[in-house]
């Protein structure tokens, strides 16, 4: 099972806008809930935004109204839309699923995507 990296990260000035996405290959029988989360310099490891198998989303106070969590689950992908960047928002933002495989759920982690804004 491979847990590709987070695709979509980069530069971007404050205002601007990002898309990220995260996609899971191998013998996988099943995902259930995916995440976004994110490690500024210095900081601690946070959770941006979550999206269940059913579609209900939650995400961190500080990136509500800004950020779109989604899923599709053919493509076994997750995406993070990022709008109305700020400079407080850049970090290393990583993906993770629950994930069944080999007969039995564990979350998987995606190598991490580096977002720098400029203020």
């Known amino acids: 099972l491979r847990f590709a990296a987070g695709v979509g990260g980069g530069l971007v000035q404050a205002g601007g806008s990002l898309r990220l996405s995260c996609s899971a290959s191998?013998?996988?029988?099943?995902?259930?809930?995916m995440n976004w989360y994110r490690q500024g310099p210095g900081q601690q490891r946070e959770l941006v935004a979550g999206?269940?198998?059913?579609?209900?989303?939650n995400y961190a106070d500080s990136v509500k109204g800004r950020f779109t969590i989604s899923r599709d689950n053919a493509k076994k992908t997750v995406y993070l839309q990022m709008d109305s960047l700020k400079a407080e928002d850049t970090a290393v933002y990583l993906c993770?699923?629950?994930?069944?495989?080999?007969?039995?759920?564990?979350?998987?982690w995606g190598q991490g995507t580096l977002v720098t804004v400029s203020s």
């Open positions: 999206v269940t198998s059913d579609g209900i989303t």
């Open positions: 993770n699923a629950k994930i069944f495989a080999a007969y039995s759920w564990r979350f998987y």
């Open positions: 191998g013998s996988i029988l099943s995902i259930s809930d």
